[in-house]
């Protein structure tokens, strides 16, 4: 019996840490007290908007600073590229970095120096 309570226990414990409920929770019944809508989703632009870029733009210049490290200036910011940085078209496959030109609409994503770490292709050339 004393192995039956500490089982319901512990069970009471993790579901308290796991789902942020106290166990007299489990007494009596629940109620429902708020429901919030969901948005539409809009399906127009179901091939553009599958990623939640940091940013992106157009590509006015992409190429190597004076110190030689890579560089990207979308619209009118520069950005440096990380060590590793990935390069996808608009469905997530990899593609080259000499796939990306002057013109391009790309989106990417920093990391926590500001520097791109993924830079997408969303329109083809």
């Known amino acids: 019996m004393k192995q039956a309570k500490l089982t319901i226990s512990l069970m009471a414990g993790v579901m308290a840490t796991v789902f942020g409920i106290t166990p007299g929770v489990f ?59 990935a390069f996808y078209d608009e469905q997530g496959s990899r593609i080259a970095e000499n796939q990306f030109k002057q013109g391009s609409q790309v989106g990417y994503f920093l990391n926590e120096n500001r520097q791109i770490t993924k830079l997408y292709l969303l329109e083809s050339q």
Request: glycine content about 14%; hydrophobic content about 35%; cysteine-free.
């Open 27 to 85: 007494a009596g019944d629940l109620e429902i007290q708020q429901v919030q809508s969901v948005p539409d989703i809009n399906t127009d632009q179901a091939g553009k908007g599958l990623f939640d870029f940091d940013s992106g733009g157009t590509i006015f210049r992409i190429g190597h600073d004076e110190r030689g490290k890579k560089i990207i200036v979308v619209d009118d910011r520069l950005r440096y590229f990380s060590p590793g940085v």
